[in-house]
């Protein structure tokens, strides 16, 4: 008699752990970079390639590092986000324009509003790499140490705004 | 206002698809043949209405309709109309819909091809696919709608994901969704026999055709999927054992269990129970792989939307089916009596440890499959299972099964003799062993795995003809042995060039990652290939560069390939389309990685040398060929013609029935 419930319980265990499945998040692989200091680089400026850009400028302030690109199609559905982020400057944005043409990038910004203080160009993408960038886009909170606290892969909500990068950066900028 | 059309066709079928479920098994239950006789014409139109909605999808999607979402987000107005129609199973909701449709396809194929069957029989079979299909539409209807409007609408679409623009994507999936709903018949069988107390040979014996059909489906399905991965992800790789891969590998394997099984409790009315649960257990593990492809609790190269509460709605139903069907199982089965006996060597015998062999397989695909998320449940974090765990697992299992193949056929029913199968087959596995250890020499590379591929794929194949042989010989000609049994034994010999494929592509491929230069060679399997750089390349919704690389060998140029480049409009999705040279014998395969900046036109270049590649596709189709062939058997084509007999004297019978009925039915109370 036993054995042929047994398959029914098996299912039924089963079933149980696909349920608890469905709560987690097996795409969010935690980033090895996370409390690790943000790789430094130099890169030439979008705006004005002439001048370079390196994140040791930003120590001492909690700022949001935003990996894009123009041929990205995420990126503008996250665009919106960004620029009504830089409006009511809450947090500095600084952007990586990755793999990108900087004609192509610069006529997009023209187009939709920038919302980056300063975007670096990064069109070999061996800035990106270091950052493990394999999505674009990809959000980095960087704390006034330079240590990245936190990466988004995808592209930034209201709600994960809300629920998580703001309270973060509220809570970084109280530290020392 | 056609989408509009399309969205109540489908509730309509809704509600032909909950009286196809209810009324016929209640009539069943009560002996009431009115009832009953609701099955055939309700699943008819059930069939009509979902393929309404099929066809106002494929309408909107062909004249480019972006107020309508699934169209905006799954097609473009640059795209080939062939890939505009392949889009209605491109995304979610469309493949929800072909997979609805697929399902009255099959119940309306068994209304036509079952009426030499129990009327009971019949009601609840209908009946339970009826309910399958009410689960699909609520699903659909509620989470997942096809013909959700953008309003305002897009001005153009998101376009195909590239990766599906391909003529073997616009195949693969209706063939993969053919193979799993057909598993639902020979479910809504197994069930029906539960619910009706009848679990004797009978059940078995009209189940097998169906369950060999979607059988052959989901072979050619899995194939064509395979074949895609090897020219379309630009790796050269055949089998990735990916998530999704697995979720059609594991009713696959169900599915080959349950055939042999089938077999034996049609002839031997043996494994009766086990036959029911492997009939339950393939079709649940299509469920299940529907539930892991579309639910995201896994990660996998086929990047699907998820949405969570689309995962509940799939698990709650998984539930209800499989849940339902085996508490059934497990109130019904114990009174099954047992079968007909059989000693511990015997045909019986073999065709359980083949039965056990494969279900193992299964179990520990499974496994591997779901054990990240099992880990990550349980708070012993992110690991993810790769190729190592599948081939550690696979392979031994492999090798007593096809071992096993070899000797299943020539064995007797009830009891086999050891020593007389030995004496007929002793040569063919000597003569196995001699090549499999001598022919690696001659190719040029001896390894064990070599030697063990040749000595499976020879035992099978030398054994095969040795039967063959036998029997046309001793038993007067090719005509006296049924087509089922041709079917066998060439599925059996398509296993058996599938196992030459794999062992020849694994132990003598070459593959060189180069960076070249215009003009650079290189050299890969005896031939030598030179790369004379790229040319700008246009397609009608891509971008992109095709490369020209000449084949030569002893210094002769024998071809040219023109790997390309893609990058698609819509999406900015990069694409690399390889070039492959086809051959019996070999294939050779070049893709495009990336140009390499400041080089002068240098590019990544992947070159394979492929031997015996296309044997493992060749296996599977005539494994399929073989399901085919078994299908067109006497046996099945006499009952098409006694239905066409019967046909007039049943009609009389339902006549009565239903008089009888409708007699009782008006009776003053």
């Known amino acids: 008699m036993m054995r042929f419930i047994l398959p029914l319980v098996v299912f039924l265990v089963l079933a149980g752990f696909l349920y608890v499945g469905l709560g987690l998040h097996p795409h969010e692989v935690p980033s090895p970079l996370i409390d690790k200091p943000a790789p430094a680089f130099s890169l030439p400026q979008l705006d004005q390639p002439a001048k370079q850009f390196s994140p040791a400028e930003m ?46 990038a610069q006529a997009w910004l ?55 990068i703001l309270p973060m950066v509220h809570k970084l900028e109280q530290q020392p | 206002m056609i989408p509009e059309i399309g969205h109540f066709a489908l509730i309509v079928a809704l509600m032909l698809a909950l009286i196809q479920g209810v009324l016929p098994i209640y009539g069943a239950a009560r002996g009431n043949a009115v009832l009953m006789g609701v099955a055939r014409p309700v699943a008819v139109g059930h069939f009509v209405f979902v393929a309404m909605a099929f066809a106002c999808l494929a309408y909107a999607l062909l004249t480019n309709d972006f107020s309508v979402l699934y169209v905006a987000e799954h097609s473009n107005s640059q795209l080939p109309a062939h890939y505009r129609f392949a889009a209605l199973w491109g995304g979610h909701e469309g493949s929800l819909l072909l997979w609805t449709f697929l399902l009255t396809v099959w119940t ?87 619910l009706g107390g009848h679990l004797d040979a009978t059940w078995a014996r009209w189940s097998r055709p169906w369950t060999t059909v979607a059988w052959v489906f989901l072979t050619l399905g899995i194939a064509l999927g395979s074949g895609w991965a090897y020219y379309e992800l630009g790796w050269g790789g055949w089998w990735f054992w990916d998530p999704v891969e697995n979720a059609s590998f594991m009713p696959w394997l169900a599915g080959t269990a349950l055939i042999h099984s089938l077999a034996v409790t049609e002839k031997r009315g043996a494994f009766k129970s086990w036959t029911v649960l492997l009939a339950i257990g393939a079709f649940s593990l299509s469920l299940m792989g529907t539930f892991l492809v579309r639910s995201g609790v896994l990660t996998s190269v086929h990047a699907f939307a998820t949405d969570p509460r689309r995962g509940i709605f799939i698990l709650a139903f998984l539930v209800v089916v499989i849940g339902s069907s085996l508490t059934l199982f497990a109130w019904r089965a114990p009174k099954v009596g047992l079968g007909g006996k059989f000693e511990l060597v015997s045909r019986e015998s073999f065709l359980l440890c083949n039965n056990v062999l494969l279900s193992v397989a299964a179990a520990s695909v499974f496994l591997g499959t779901l054990y990240p998320l099992f880990m990550d449940a349980l708070g012993y974090g992110k690991l993810s299972v790769g190729p190592p765990y599948f081939n550690t697992v696979f392979v031994p299992l492999m090798v007593p099964m096809v071992l096993l193949m070899g000797l299943g056929p020539i064995a007797r029913w009830k009891k086999a003799n050891i020593p007389d199968m030995w004496v007929r087959v002793r040569w063919a596995f000597g003569a196995s062993v001699v090549i499999a250890l001598l022919l690696p020499f001659v190719l040029g590379k001896w390894t064990p795995l070599i030697a063990l591929g040749l000595l499976l794929a020879c035992w099978l194949i030398s ?65 030598t290939f030179r790369f004379d750089g790229v040319r700008a390349l246009s397609g009608p919704n891509y971008e992109g560069k095709q490369g020209r690389v000449v084949v030569m060998k002893n210094g002769q140029p024998v071809g040219q390939l023109f790997p390309q480049k893609r990058i698609y409009d819509a999406s900015g999705m990069p694409m690399t389309e390889a070039s492959i040279d086809a051959g019996l014998f070999r294939d050779l395969y070049v893709s495009l990685g990336d140009a390499i900046p400041n080089s002068g036109g240098a590019w990544a270049v992947r070159v394979y040398y492929k031997p015996f590649v296309n044997w493992i596709w060749a296996g599977c189709v005539l494994m399929a060929m073989g399901g085919v062939l078994a299908l067109s058997d006497r046996r099945y084509r006499i009952h098409a013609r006694k239905k066409q007999e019967t046909h007039s004297t049943e009609h009389t019978a339902t006549h009565e029935a239903s008089a009888a009925g409708m007699t009782t039915g008006s009776k003053p109370a």
């Open chain 1, 59 to 104: 120590k001492g302030k909690v700022w949001l590092f935003n990996v894009w690109a123009s041929w990205c199609e995420s990126c503008k559905d996250e665009h919106p986000v960004l620029l009504d982020l830089a409006e009511r400057k809450l947090v500095p944005i600084y952007g990586l324009d990755y793999k990108d043409k900087p004609a192509d």
């Open chain 1, 110 to 164: 023209n187009t939709a509003g920038n919302p980056y203080k300063l975007v670096a160009q990064d069109t070999d993408g061996r800035v990106g790499i270091n950052y493990g960038v394999y999505g674009v886009p990809e959000t980095y909170i960087i704390d006034k140490q330079g240590i990245i606290r936190y990466k988004q892969i995808g592209p930034i909500t209201m709600q994960n705004l809300r629920a998580i």
């Open chain 2, 108 to 194: 309306v194929a068994v209304t036509q091809f079952s009426r030499h069957l129990p009327q009971e029989m019949v009601a609840r079979v209908i009946g339970v696919l009826g309910l399958i299909s009410v689960g699909f539409l609520l699903f659909m209807l509620l989470t997942s709608d096809p013909f959700e409007r953008l309003l305002p609408a897009a001005m153009n679409g998101r376009d195909l994901n590239p990766l599906l623009q391909d003529p073997g994507m616009v195949i693969h999936p209706p063939m993969l969704y053919m193979g799993y709903v057909g598993f639902s018949v020979a479910f809504a069988f197994a069930l029906s026999a539960l």
């Open chain 2, 463 to 527: 054994s095969v003809l040795l039967d063959l042989r036998k029997r046309m010989l001793r038993e007067g000609g090719i005509k006296t042995q049924s087509r089922s049994y041709y079917g066998m034994q060439l599925a059996h010999f398509g296993v058996a060039i599938f196992i030459i494929g794999v062992t020849l592509v694994k132990g003598y491929e070459t593959e060189r990652d180069v960076r070249m230069a215009p003009g650079d060679t290189v050299a890969a399997g005896g031939y």
